[in-house]
């Protein structure tokens, strides 16, 4: 069964930085798609930044685009999210997600329903 773990969630102040990771197992695939979506208390799940591990397209939501970073590691099969100038705003709790083989970024970042597996989350909280 594929699991997705994450890590590196916690609290920072304004203008700092955390970098969160996601390491999956028991994916036998070679391609996926893969994402960050974060809930924040009250709103509904929104997504952050999806990236296509075949051909490194990625894609970004508007409220994070040039401060956040995704990336994946195919050979440590890992997923990461470099969250640089955070805001209080973006306290939520972040997951990790994936979708087994090809996506169109633009489109899967907008329907999180189409992302077969999630990790747990873990909660980022930035203070002003």
């Known amino acids: 069964q594929v699991q997705l773990v994450e890590s590196g969630g916690g609290s920072v102040q304004a203008g700092g930085r955390l970098t969160l990771s996601c390491v999956v197992s028991e994916y036998t695939y070679s391609r996926s798609c893969m994402g960050w979506f974060r809930q924040a208390e009250g709103k509904e799940r929104e997504g952050i930044a999806v990236?296509?591990?075949?051909?490194?397209?990625?894609t970004y939501g508007d409220s994070v685009k040039g401060r956040f970073t995704i990336s994946h590691d195919n050979a440590k099969n890992t997923l990461s999210l470099e969250m640089f100038s955070l805001k209080p705003e973006d306290t939520a709790v972040y997951y990790c997600a994936l979708q087994r083989g090809f996506c169109y970024t633009y489109k899967a970042i907008q329907d999180p329903a189409n992302f077969e597996h999630w990790g747990q989350g873990t909660q980022v909280t930035v203070s002003s």
């Open positions: 990236i296509d591990t075949g051909d490194s397209i990625t």
